[in-house]
C-alpha cells in the first residue's frame, strides 16, 4: 500500500503537469516514478497473496479480506498488461486509487485471520469457482474505469467538434478572440489539459478496449455462474436455489449480457455501452458488498469473521 501510495501521488502529479500546455517531448519523471513503484506494488501485491495462502494453507481467496487483495492485484496486472503496445499510464491515476482504496477496506474492515474453511468450502471448486470469479471481477474493474475516461474523453472531443466548427461559421470572431492554436483547445477552457488529451485514445478507441474486457470478463462470470451451480449441488444437493447471492450473480450475467447484446447487435456504441458497462459494475460492487454483508445467505461465510 506503500507503494501505491507513492505511485498514485506520481500519477496525481503527471495528471497535473499535463495540464499545463508544453511540448509534446517534454520528459514525464512523475510518470516513470508512478510506473517504477507501480511494478513494485505490484510485486508486493503478489507475495502478500502469496504468503497469505501459505499461511492458511489453502488457496488465498476463501473469505472477503482474501478476494479483495487477490482481485485489486488482477486489476493492477491487467493495468500493466494494458501498457504493451499502447500508452495506457493515464489509467494509473484511477486503478491505482481504487486498489488502494479496496486495499484499504480489505485491511481495515474485512481482515480476518488466516485459518482453514468451512467444510462446505473445502472443495476443489473452491479453487476453480472463485478464482475465476476474482480475475473476472479484476478485469470488468479495469473496463468501468476505462468507460469512465471514455465519457470524459467523449465531452472533450464535442465541445472541440464544437469549437472547430464555431471557428468554420465565425472567422472574424475566432481571429480576434482565439489563441493561436485555439481550434485544437477545448472550448471555454483554451490550453488547459492539451497535452493529457493528446496522450489519451479517442473515445472510440476506448470504448473497444473497454467492450473487448468486458468481453473477456463476461465469459469469466459466466463460466462462474456455471460452477457455482455445479458446486451447490454437490455441497446441498441442489444446482439453484434463488440464494441472494445466486440471484445478484445471475443479474449481473443478465447485465453484462444485456449490454453485450446491445453493443454487438443494436449498434449502442458509445455512451450508452460505457453508461452500461459503468451500471454492470456498480452491480457487482452491490453483489459483493451489500450481498455479502447485509443479507442473510448460505453464502454468509464471504463477510467478515
Not at 18 to 36: E, F, H, Q, Y
Not at 139 to 159: F, K, W
Request: glycine letters at 10%.
Amino acid at each position: 500500500m506503500a507503494a501505491y501510495t507513492v505511485a498514485l501521488v506520481a500519477f496525481a502529479v503527471d495528471l497535473s503537469g499535463l495540464r499545463d500546455r508544453g511540448p509534446a517531448d517534454k520528459p514525464r519523471r512523475a510518470v516513470g516514478i508512478a510506473m517504477s513503484t507501480t511494478w513494485v506494488g505490484a510485486a508486493l501485491h503478489l507475495v502478500g497473496v502469496l504468503t497469505r495462502g501459505i499461511a492458511a494453507g489453502r488457496v488465498p481467496w476463501a473469505n472477503m479480506y482474501e478476494f479483495s487483495i487477490l482481485f485489486t492485484f488482477v486489476a493492477v496486472a491487467v493495468f500493466l498488461g494494458l501498457q504493451r503496445g499502447r500508452d495506457m499510464r493515464f489509467l494509473g491515476t484511477f486503478v491505482i486509487g481504487g486498489a488502494l482504496l479496496m486495499l484499504g477496506i480489505a485491511v481495515s474492515v474485512l481482515y480476518v485471520r488466516a485459518d482453514g474453511v468451512q467444510p462446505a468450502l473445502d472443495s476443489y471448486w473452491l479453487v476453480i469457482h472463485v478464482s475465476i470469479a476474482t480475475i473476472g471481477t479484476g478485469v470488468l474493474a479495469v473496463a468501468a474505469t476505462l468507460s469512465g475516461v471514455q465519457l470524459v474523453r467523449e465531452r472533450q472531443e464535442l465541445r472541440r467538434a464544437e469549437t472547430e466548427q464555431a471557428a468554420v461559421e465565425e472567422p472574424a470572431l475566432v481571429g480576434a478572440g482565439a489563441p493561436a492554436g485555439g481550434g485544437a483547445a477545448p472550448a471555454g477552457a483554451p490550453g488547459r489539459w492539451s497535452r493529457l488529451w493528446e496522450t489519451v485514445p479517442s473515445s472510440a478507441e476506448l470504448e473497444r478496449l473497454a467492450f473487448r474486457l468486458n468481453a473477456v470478463g463476461f465469459v469469466m462470470w459466466t463460466f462462474t455462474l456455471i460452477a457455482g451451480a455445479i458446486w451447490a449441488e454437490h455441497a446441498w444437493g441442489r444446482p439453484w436455489g434463488w440464494d441472494p447471492k445466486e440471484t445478484w450473480t445471475f443479474v449481473i450475467w443478465v447485465v453484462y449480457a444485456a449490454y453485450l447484446h446491445a453493443r454487438a447487435t443494436r449498434g449502442w456504441e458509445g455512451r450508452r455501452a460505457a453508461y452500461l458497462s459503468i451500471f454492470g459494475f456498480v452491480c457487482v460492487l452491490a453483489n459483493y458488498f451489500v450481498v455479502n454483508l447485509i443479507f442473510n445467505s448460505l453464502h454468509s461465510y464471504s463477510g467478515i469473521g
